[in-house]
């Protein structure tokens, strides 16, 4: 499956912005979905997943409230809704997708990654 992320821009602190990430190839619905996030000098760490059907959602503690993860099978697109921003979320947001569903989880296959910068 191939993922093509897109949203990501400059914003400013308290701002919201909405990530993209679309899917070709492969039947999407057949894949768990997530998302990823790397800051300048640091590793990259889990954001969200949400299952194949979108019943069930994994979040990293320290986002929960502040972004919500959905998907639109209809249209292979898997959304991060990022809510009050904060300058530590800048980072580049990468989606993944995977035949399992859980939160450790590596993704089978990445998108290129969208550049968010949050600024102060």
């Known amino acids: 499956v191939q993922l093509q992320a897109s949203g990501g821009g400059l914003v400013q602190a308290g701002d919201s912005l909405r990530l993209s990430c679309a899917a070709s190839g492969r039947a999407f619905e057949n894949y768990s979905m997530y998302w990823f996030r790397q800051a300048p000098g640091k590793e990259r760490e889990f954001v969200a997943a949400?299952?194949?059907?979108?019943?069930?959602?994994i979040y990293a503690d320290s986002l929960k409230g502040r972004f919500t993860i959905s998907r639109d099978n209809a249209k292979n697109t898997v959304y991060l809704q990022m809510n009050s921003l904060k300058p530590e979320d800048t980072a580049i947001y990468y989606c993944?997708?995977?035949?399992?569903?859980?939160?450790?989880?590596?993704?089978?296959?990445w998108g290129q990654g969208t550049l968010v910068t949050v600024s102060s």
């Open positions: 949400i299952n194949w059907h979108g019943g069930n959602t």
């Open positions: 993944g997708a995977a035949g399992a569903f859980y939160r450790t989880r590596i993704p089978d296959y």
